[in-house]
């Protein structure tokens, strides 16, 4: 790559987070290139990083088709990337998620198209960073996503956590950029000739996002011109005294942490203030399922836990519940599968009907691994989408003799409250097929009996065609 003229700000920008955030690029960098504005300036600085400090990075790019738009675009997308990367002298790499995919995983999950992308986003390249066996996974956001998200957050009510905006380091995710304007993002890019595509963002948020972009930031800032920098400097007050209250809260409220469930008193839980007790049951949801970046507004309703005298679930989140048990309060998360189809074990057709084994993984700080388990499909499931995801209160299950109710079935059953939310619900098309660890899930499966079942053929033809799982919320 030629040396490049600009020493703009936005490589200064990446030397000091590194520095700040104690990053070792030499572990190699995974850059989420969307072919933007954002990602492109990314590649560049992260390029000039390299280049202008002689160091040993490796350094990639990778590209995820959601297949959103249409395929003219995609290809225009992918292109412009692929000629920038060049520039950049970055290897990049694609991944296509199949057409329709978004779409159908976001409907059976009930969530939005954007979330869906985010998540097979997110899988893609966590994969990808194996694969590469690089140390991190670089993403573009800017200050002006920031001082967005941080605007929406205040105006929609929050406490410290939330409005500090998006994180800058979390996990192996860094967003080096988080301090740099768009505008002088696209300054550089456009000084180094680099093409990139417009953004066409599908976000859910994406009207809310504009007006406030185009509508109320600029309003603002003829009040207040040095805004975004000022939201910046919030941010890192923010971050602070977060970690403030995070010592805090670990010190007065000490969990006792098990492999798939956390443990307190609950005196010391109700004696802590408020603020504590929340922060205590964040910190316990980034630990147990780190990829959750929802904000449970559930916990708008802590202070109400302390009227509880019964031994009852207090609380549901998205993805845990909080449950008291005499003098004990217990945290269990539900399961979280980054499961994908390398987690489909083997898939056999047998003359009835296909039975399929599994092994499945829980969320990442979980137990390892589930027992791999059979369970029987008929000719309906063919070509049917399947999901592995944590229970819903609603779920019912086809019986023989109609339609149950899950709940009621684990309460015959004598299935805790723990292990209930412990247990992969296995969803085919819009249907709950089965109950991992049991077989009295789907019908042929009662009707006949899994030992009845006709023996698989080893190699048998696959008859499903993938398997997705997602977080069940
Ligand atoms: N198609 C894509 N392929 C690879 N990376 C992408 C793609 N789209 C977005 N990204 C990465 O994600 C960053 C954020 O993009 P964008 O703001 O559109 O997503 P978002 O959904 O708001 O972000 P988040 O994932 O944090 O919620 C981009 O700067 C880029 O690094």
């Avoid at 290139?33 to 000039?48: E, F, H, K, N, Q």
């Avoid at 979390?170 to 093409?195: D, T």
């Avoid at 412990?422 to 969803?427: D, F, G, N, Y």
Wanted: hydrophobic residues 40%.
């Amino acid at each position: 790559m030629e040396p490049l003229k600009s020493s703009s700000k936005v490589y200064r920008a990446v030397s000091v987070y590194f520095k700040r955030w104690n990053i070792d690029p030499a572990k190699g960098i995974l850059i989420a290139a969307s072919g933007g504005i954002d990602s492109t300036a990314l590649m560049a600085a992260l390029a000039r990083y390299r280049d202008f400090n002689k160091k040993e990075l490796p350094l990639h790019a990778l590209y995820v088709n959601h297949n959103l738009r249409t395929g003219e675009e995609i290809e225009e997308d992918w292109s412009g990337l692929r000629a920038a990367a060049r520039l950049c002298s970055v290897p990049v790499h694609r991944i296509d998620v199949p057409e329709n995919d978004i779409a159908r995983s976001a409907s059976a999950l009930h969530e939005g198209v954007e979330a869906a992308a985010r998540r097979a986003r997110y899988e893609a390249l966590d994969v990808w960073l194996n694969r590469l066996n690089l140390g991190y996974i670089a993403l573009g956001h800017t200050l002006d996503d920031l001082v967005e998200t941080m605007i929406m957050r205040f105006f929609q009510g929050c406490g410290v956590s939330g409005l500090h905006g998006i994180p800058p380091l979390r996990g192996n995710r860094i967003r080096p950029l988080l301090e740099v304007s768009k505008a002088e993002l696209g300054e550089l890019v456009r000084e180094l000739g680099l093409p990139f595509s417009e953004d066409s963002s599908n976000r859910e948020d994406w009207y809310l996002r504009n007006r406030i972009r185009n509508e109320l930031i600029p309003v603002l800032a003829r009040e207040f011109p040095s805004m975004a920098g000022s939201l910046g400097k919030s941010a890192r007050f923010f971050r602070q005294e977060e970690a403030v209250l995070q010592e805090e809260a670990l010190r007065r409220i000490p969990w006792s942490l098990g492999k798939n469930r956390a443990e307190t008193d609950v005196p010391v839980f109700f004696s802590a203030p408020e603020a504590l007790r929340v922060r205590s049951l964040l910190s316990l949801i980034h630990y147990y399922l780190p990829g959750s970046s929802r904000v449970p507004r559930d916990f708008l309703s802590v202070k109400e836990l302390s009227y509880y005298r019964k031994n009852a679930v207090l609380l549901r989140g998205h993805g845990f519940t909080l449950r008291k048990e005499d003098a004990r309060l217990i945290f269990v998360p539900s399961v979280v599968f980054p499961v994908k189809t390398r987690y489909v074990k083997r898939i056999f057709r047998g003359s009835d009907g296909t039975i399929a084994e599994f092994r499945y993984s829980w969320g990442s700080r979980m137990p390892a691994e589930g027992h791999g388990t059979a369970l029987a499909l008929t000719e309906s499931s063919r070509g049917k989408t399947l999901f592995l995801r944590s229970r819903r209160l609603s779920d019912s299950i086809r019986t023989p003799g109609g339609s149950k109710r899950l709940k009621d079935i684990y309460r015959e059953l004598g299935v805790s409250e723990d292990s209930r939310d412990k247990i992969p619900v296995l969803q085919v098309g819009d249907e709950v097929a089965a109950v991992f660890g049991s077989l009295f899930g789907y019908r042929d499966v009662l009707a006949e009996g899994y030992q009845d079942f006709p023996a698989p053929q080893a190699g048998d033809v696959l008859s499903i065609q993938r398997m997705e799982t997602g977080i069940g919320r």
